[in-house]
């Protein structure tokens, strides 16, 4: 059904185009992360978040507000 609707259009290189653009994009992101980014202080300080949130939780259950 779609091979009909499809046959006589002359846009079937528009969703090629779309999906390596967003493959490109997407590996592209993924590379600046792990590549470009991985020994920044920001992530060692953002890997730390959870912890020291606990942290915090912890050392407040002693005290009653």
Same mark, same amino acid.
Request: net charge neutral.
């Given at each position: 059904?779609? =091979? &009909?609707?499809?046959?006589?259009? &002359?846009? $079937?290189?528009?969703?090629? *185009? %779309?999906?390596?653009? *967003?493959?490109?994009? *997407?590996?592209?992101?993924?590379?600046?992360? *792990?590549?470009? =980014?991985?020994?920044?202080?920001?992530?060692?300080?953002? !890997?730390?978040?959870? $912890?020291?949130?606990? !942290?915090?939780? %912890?050392?407040?259950?002693?005290?009653? &507000?």
């Amino acid at each position: 059904m779609f =091979q &009909e609707a499809y046959r006589g259009s &002359e846009l $079937l290189h528009l969703p090629m *185009f %779309a999906l390596f653009l *967003f493959l490109a994009v *997407f590996v592209g992101t993924l590379l600046w992360l *792990f590549v470009f =980014q991985r020994h920044s202080d920001r992530f060692a300080r953002l !890997a730390r978040i959870p $912890l020291d949130a606990d !942290a915090d939780v %912890a050392s407040n259950r002693g005290t009653k &507000e």
